[in-house]
């Protein structure tokens, strides 16, 4: 369920933080996208390295994870900033679960400059939906007490639906089997990070036990940072010849996307913790939406033809989910009520 983390016992405090962390993460990642449309250039291309971008979040998004820890927002509230630190950094053995993530997404992001080689943008984003499937399926493999009813399946499928005919254009092309495959694959590598990630935010068994949300950060922002160091010096050695050839190109703009990619990051992490990596995909399909109709007030974009039709499918999917419940109670688990008031108070 959407909303699974939450009941009516837990009060509307509870309710609150759940709703308002799926609004951050729609309003965050369509701010992004906005922004990264902004800074494309008339041919079509970007004034900087989007790969240096990537680094910088990830590093921007370890500082502060790091700036949180030293600030207390892990409890250690009579250790100096240093010690907490120093106390997270001693768990960096049990960090290695954390680069599994970091390791599918450097594999998705090389995979799309593979598919967009392929196939049209408009194609590429209609076909890559197919990643709500993935995401239900990973989730019910990987995740416990995630199991969809027939009807959240037929809920997940309209999303999926609504994602696509929300950005359908007379500009689609047709898709090559091998084409379909590589964005399958591509998809699938999305959804299986998303999982993991959640896992990762809410496993509190055994050694994980003892990392707190956001030396869970530190770790997975680590192994993303490393992960996106090693892109670069493999696809793109020249960024790193010089400081001033890894910023080229670098603007007031380059910057604040910088800063709300990594904002949008920690909401990404908040999300997963609180709710659920399918529930990230009903967000992602609420970020289409409103991507849509914030370009076309900002830049005057047209509107896709079928955008009304697909926000229907998607309201109408959110719908059945949520009225799909199976029967029985509610599942224990502190996994996805366990986040520090502190941590959520530190991202406001």
């Given at each position: 369920?959407?909303?699974?983390?939450?009941?009516?016992?837990?009060?509307?405090?509870?309710?609150?933080?759940?709703?308002?962390?799926?609004?951050?993460y729609?309003?965050?990642?369509?701010?992004?996208?906005?922004?990264v449309?902004?800074?494309?250039?008339?041919?079509?291309?970007?004034a900087?390295?989007?790969?240096?971008?990537?680094l910088?979040?990830?590093?921007?998004?370890?500082?502060?994870?790091?700036?949180?820890?030293?600030?207390?927002?892990?409890g250690?509230?009579?250790?100096?900033?240093?010690?907490?630190?120093?106390?997270?950094?001693?768990?960096?053995?049990?960090?290695?679960?954390?680069?599994a993530?970091?390791?599918?997404?450097?594999?998705?992001n090389l995979?799309?400059?593979?598919?967009?080689?392929?196939v049209?943008?408009?194609?590429?984003?209609?076909?890559?939906?197919?990643?709500?499937?993935?995401?239900?399926?990973?989730?019910?493999?990987l995740?416990?007490?995630?199991?969809?009813?027939?009807?959240?399946w037929?809920a997940?499928?309209?999303?999926?639906?609504?994602?696509?005919?929300?950005?359908?254009d007379?500009?689609?092309?047709?898709?090559?089997?091998?084409?379909?495959?590589l964005?399958?694959?591509?998809g699938?590598?999305?959804s299986?990070?998303?999982?993991?990630?959640?896992?990762?935010?809410?496993?509190?068994?055994?050694?994980?036990?003892?990392?707190?949300?956001?030396?869970?950060?530190?770790?997975?922002?680590?192994?993303?940072?490393?992960?996106?160091?090693?892109?670069?010096?493999?696809?793109?050695?020249?960024?790193?010849?010089s400081?001033?050839?890894?910023?080229?190109?670098?603007?007031t703009?380059?910057?604040v996307i910088?800063?709300?990619?990594?904002?949008?990051?920690?909401?990404?992490?908040?999300?997963?913790?609180?709710?659920?990596?399918?529930?990230?995909?009903?967000?992602?399909a609420?970020?289409?939406?409103?991507?849509?109709?914030?370009?076309?007030?900002?830049?005057?974009?047209r509107?896709?033809?079928?955008?009304?039709?697909?926000?229907v499918?998607v309201?109408?999917?959110?719908?059945?989910?949520?009225?799909?419940?199976?029967?029985?109670p509610?599942?224990?688990?502190?996994?996805?009520?366990?986040v520090?008031?502190a941590?959520?108070?530190?991202?406001?």
């Amino acid at each position: 369920m959407l909303w699974d983390s939450w009941s009516p016992a837990d009060g509307p405090t509870r309710m609150s933080t759940t709703a308002a962390s799926f609004a951050l993460y729609v309003g965050l990642w369509t701010a992004q996208t906005l922004l990264v449309r902004a800074a494309v250039q008339p041919n079509g291309s970007y004034a900087f390295d989007y790969a240096t971008v990537c680094l910088c979040v990830e590093c921007v998004k370890l500082g502060g994870a790091l700036l949180a820890l030293a600030l207390g927002a892990d409890g250690g509230a009579k250790l100096s900033p240093c010690a907490r630190v120093g106390r997270a950094l001693s768990n960096a053995p049990a960090s290695l679960p954390f680069a599994a993530p970091s390791i599918l997404y450097c594999a998705y992001n090389l995979l799309q400059f593979v598919n967009l080689a392929l196939v049209s943008a408009p194609t590429f984003r209609t076909v890559i939906n197919i990643k709500v499937v993935f995401t239900a399926l990973f989730a019910r493999c990987l995740v416990a007490n995630s199991t969809p009813t027939v009807q959240q399946w037929l809920a997940l499928l309209t999303l999926a639906a609504g994602c696509a005919v929300s950005q359908l254009d007379e500009r689609l092309e047709p898709v090559s089997v091998v084409g379909f495959c590589l964005i399958c694959l591509q998809g699938s590598l999305s959804s299986l990070a998303g999982v993991f990630t959640q896992w990762l935010m809410q496993h509190e068994n055994g050694r994980a036990r003892t990392l707190g949300f956001w030396e869970r950060g530190v770790f997975l922002y680590a192994w993303g940072a490393v992960a996106n160091l090693l892109f670069i010096a493999f696809f793109c050695p020249a960024a790193l010849a010089s400081p001033s050839a890894f910023f080229t190109g670098y603007s007031t703009l380059t910057a604040v996307i910088v800063l709300n990619g990594a904002l949008a990051g920690f909401s990404t992490a908040l999300l997963l913790r609180l709710l659920s990596a399918v529930a990230k995909e009903f967000a992602n399909a609420a970020e289409i939406l409103t991507t849509a109709l914030a370009a076309r007030a900002l830049f005057g974009t047209r509107l896709p033809a079928a955008l009304g039709v697909g926000a229907v499918l998607v309201v109408g999917a959110m719908a059945t989910y949520e009225r799909a419940k199976p029967p029985g109670p509610k599942p224990k688990s502190s996994d996805s009520l366990a986040v520090p008031q502190a941590a959520i108070a530190s991202l406001c």
